[in-house]
Nanobody, 116 residues
Framework: QVQLVESGGGLVQAGGSLRLSCATSRTIFVISTMGWYRQAPGKQREMVAVISNAGLTNYADSVKGRFTISRDDAKNTMYLQMNSLKPEDTAVYYC??????????WGQGTQVTVSS
């Protein structure tokens, strides 16, 4: 069973910054593409950013230039640095891992609220 431990959500004013973290086991970390997805009320879950185990990244157009996804191999942790936050970034953010052994796995979600 894949365990993902998320942290870092909260309430911030527009223009502010937050950093999300997602920690997992070493085995999962080294074999997985990892990513952040978000779901706002009444909307479908959408991809925010993904990073492969080789460090290749992809971002949603809406966050390019503002968000940065990264991996820390020493800590088996993935991060999402979110800058210049906007009210439309308000959502529950989910950590995701994807690999050939366990398929797709999701974290419990962390709320990000951006006030105007």
């Amino acid at each position: 069973q894949v365990q993902l431990v998320e942290s870092g959500g909260g309430l911030v004013q527009a223009g502010g910054s937050l950093r999300l973290s997602c920690a997992t086991s070493r085995t999962i970390f080294v074999i997985s593409t990892m990513g952040w997805y978000r779901q706002a009320p009444g909307k479908q879950r959408e991809m925010v950013a993904v990073i492969s185990n080789a460090g290749l990244t992809n971002y949603a157009d809406s966050v390019k230039g503002r968000f940065t996804i990264s991996r820390d191999d020493a800590k088996n942790t993935m991060y999402l640095q979110m800058n210049s936050l906007k009210p439309e970034d308000t959502a529950v953010y989910y950590c995701n891992t994807r690999n050939t052994l366990w398929g797709n796995s999701w974290g419990q979600g962390t709320q990000v609220t951006v006030s105007s």
